[in-house]
């Protein structure tokens, strides 16, 4: 770690365009690395406890959540991935399999031939349900219960301020 974050302060700050040089604070990238690493870490847990009780695994789970949240004529591939955080390739896996399991349904597009449309089968939505209790425990266990509300507000509210940023292509940062 210690030549890594070495290596990070010597590196010459890169002028980016429009934007004024600087170089990130340690207090910066040790927020990134904390984020990364809880997120893994959260993750990794969730699925291990999902396996050690024969439950979705999160992707699964999440992929589930969308389909459950959508209307009842199904949402297009190319927006059930964007939603549940996957790559087009990533999704086609997921769906495969959740499919395999009688757990989604694909279909071609009534009006365009060449979309695609998921829905939730009777069957993915039990599991859902069943899967539920399980994944909001180890939420809780994993995530909330180290936060106090005014932590997961602070959280919630920088992430979210981050994340519409990060969505908005060719946007720069402010000077």
Known sequence: ???VAGTINWLPAQLIPKVRKRRLSQDELGAWRALVRAYSAVTRALDREAEATGGLPLSSYWVLLVLAESPARGIRLCTLADE????RS???RALDRLEEQGLVERRA???D???QYATLTPRGRRALVRSTPAHLRGLATH???ELTDREAAVIRTALDRIGDKAQRPGESAPV
């Open 90 to 92: 990533g999704l086609t």
């Open 113 to 115: 031939r060449r979309g």
């Open 84 to 87: 549940a955080f996957l790559s």
């Open 143 to 145: 995530f909330a219960d």
């Open 1 to 3: 770690m210690a030549v």
């Open 109 to 111: 597009s009534e009006n």
